[in-house]
């Protein structure tokens, strides 16, 4: 005989619905102990055992598992219209963004300089991000500014100049009463980039535009000298170097020595110097497809990504660390 309260045991497992009572040790032990019958018992010791495994067989077979029916949630509702409100996380457990934080900054120091300030767009149309700067179709400037394209034809923005048109177009009557264009229009940008400690492929970056009449190189390199002696509360040691983008003529890099190596060259800047930003005197065609006479007026802009600059102030060595999500890095600036 088999052992009533091992096989009562197995039977509420089975009626439980545990679908491991057929691998159970117990169930097992059962057919182990048939090997040990006398001759004369196993056959009915035997046909009991399976007899056994299959009504626990057809117990869960037959199992069927309770369910409770809940109310619906209508999440088109206020909360009151539902049972239950959600529980959100203390505000106290939550930090700005050290990008956002800084570029607070950035703003309100421009704001001091007289800029006014304007968001750029996630999402652009070709004209804009190109033609409209002096990028002419199928040239093959437009290979260096690789982005990325959504089904409908608009393009990932891969620059905040993006809005020079926009800016320049709403505000041309300003020069008409005697007053600048001056704006910084800060925004995200997307490009088909190589990731490394100075390079991501999705960044914040800050544009500057200022049109008047009788503005040289020389006022755009004192802007910029100002802003990032007051941003970074010391004298910076910068230099400029000629370079080419087809919206400015003359064009510029703009960079300053690098604080990680003191210009001795290191993965951060490669050889001393960490390139800020890209600047130069508005193209006359710019300036034209904007509505703008180029004979009467001339201006300079400028962009940069703002990472960079965070990066800088912050002694942050791997740009990367800003879209990693890592709350360890994210809490050093609570």
């Excluded at 096989?7 to 691998?23: C, F, H, I, S």
């Excluded at 539902?82 to 570029?103: F, R």
């Excluded at 008409?176 to 990731?195: H, L, M, T």
């Amino acid at each position: 005989m088999m052992d009533e309260s091992l096989v009562n045991g197995l039977m509420e497992r089975a009626k439980a619905g545990d679908q491991t009572v057929l691998r159970s040790a117990e169930l097992k032990s059962l057919f182990e102990e048939l090997k040990t019958k006398p001759t004369e018992e196993r056959a009915a010791f035997g046909k009991a055992v399976n007899e056994l495994k299959q009504e626990l067989e057809e117990i869960l077979l037959n199992h069927h598992p309770k369910t409770t029916t809940q109310k619906p949630i209508d999440i088109t509702a206020p909360f009151d219209v539902n049972a239950k409100k959600p529980g959100l996380l203390p505000a106290d457990q939550g930090s700005v963004h050290p990008l956002m934080k800084e570029l607070e900054q950035v703003l309100q120091i421009y704001a001091r300089m007289g800029f006014a300030s304007a968001e750029s767009r996630q999402l652009d149309d070709d004209w804009h991000m190109f033609e409209s700067l002096n990028f002419p179709p199928d040239h093959p400037a437009r290979d260096n500014t690789d982005t990325f394209e959504v089904e409908d034809g608009l393009l990932a923005p891969a620059h905040t100049s993006t809005m020079q048109n926009r800016i320049m177009s709403a505000n041309k009557h300003l020069l008409d009463i005697g007053q600048p264009i001056a704006y910084v229009i800060p925004g995200r940008v997307f490009r088909n980039e190589d990731v490394d400690a100075r390079h991501e492929h999705t960044f914040y970056q800050l544009e500057g535009i200022y049109v008047d009449k009788g503005i040289n190189a020389g006022h755009l390199i004192s802007v910029l000298q100002t802003f990032f002696e007051a941003y970074f509360g010391k004298k910076m040691e910068v230099r400029t170097q000629p370079f080419y983008f087809p919206f400015t003529e003359p064009s510029f890099e703009f960079a300053i020595a690098c604080p990680f190596c003191d210009k001795a060259g290191c993965h951060v800047c490669g050889e001393g110097w960490l390139e800020l930003l890209g600047c130069g005197m508005i193209h006359p065609n710019v300036l034209k497809m904007a509505g703008i006479d180029a004979e009467k007026y001339t201006g300079f802009a400028w962009g940069g990504g703002i990472e960079r600059m965070v990066m800088v102030k912050n002694n942050i060595e791997d740009v990367r660390h800003f879209h990693s999500a890592n709350l360890k890095f994210l809490r050093q600036f609570r």
